[in-house]
C-alpha cells in the first residue's frame, strides 16, 4: 500500500502563486510516477502534470504548461517516502479546483485518472479574480 497525503492549497488572487506537495510513503516500489489531477465543482477529474520515477520524465496538459511546474526530491534509492511538488504560477480562476495527488507503480508517465491506484484526499485551491 501507498499513502499519498497532499497539502499546500488555499486562496489566491489571479495571478499568483501557488505550491502543492505530495508525500507518498509505505510500501516500497521499483518505481512509483507520481502525478496531480483536478476537479472543478460540476466538471471530472482532469489530468495535470505527471513526474516519473527519475525526476527527469514530466508530462503537463496543455492548459498549465508553461505556469506549472512539477518536481520531486532526492529519489535515487528512496522508495518509501518521496515528495512531489506541484508549482503554480500565473493562477487563473479557471485553476480553482480540488488538486488531487496520486501515484502508480511502473515507469510510464499516465495521463488518465484509470492509470493510478492510489489517491490522496486533495486541497482545494481557490482564485480569486
Known amino acids: 500500500q501507498v499513502q499519498v497525503v497532499e497539502s499546500g492549497g488555499g486562496l489566491v488572487q489571479a495571478g499568483g502563486s501557488l505550491r502543492l506537495s505530495c508525500t507518498a510513503s509505505?510500501?516500497?516500489?521499483?518505481?512509483?510516477?507520481i502525478g496531480w489531477f483536478r476537479q472543478a465543482p460540476g466538471k471530472e477529474r482532469e489530468f495535470v502534470a505527471a513526474i516519473g520515477w527519475s525526476g527527469s520524465s514530466t508530462h503537463y496538459a496543455d492548459s498549465v504548461k508553461a505556469r506549472f511546474t512539477i518536481s520531486r526530491d532526492n529519489v535515487k534509492n528512496t522508495v518509501y517516502k518521496d515528495t512531489v511538488y506541484l508549482q503554480m504560477n500565473d493562477l487563473k480562476p479557471e485553476d480553482t479546483a480540488v488538486y488531487y495527488c496520486?501515484?502508480?507503480?511502473?515507469?510510464?508517465?499516465?495521463?488518465?485518472?484509470?492509470?493510478?491506484?492510489?489517491w490522496g484526499q486533495g486541497t482545494q485551491v481557490t482564485v480569486s479574480s
Open positions: 496520486a501515484a502508480k507503480s511502473g515507469l510510464r508517465v499516465g495521463v488518465a485518472v484509470s492509470d493510478y491506484d492510489y
Open positions: 509505505g510500501r516500497a516500489f521499483s518505481s512509483l510516477t
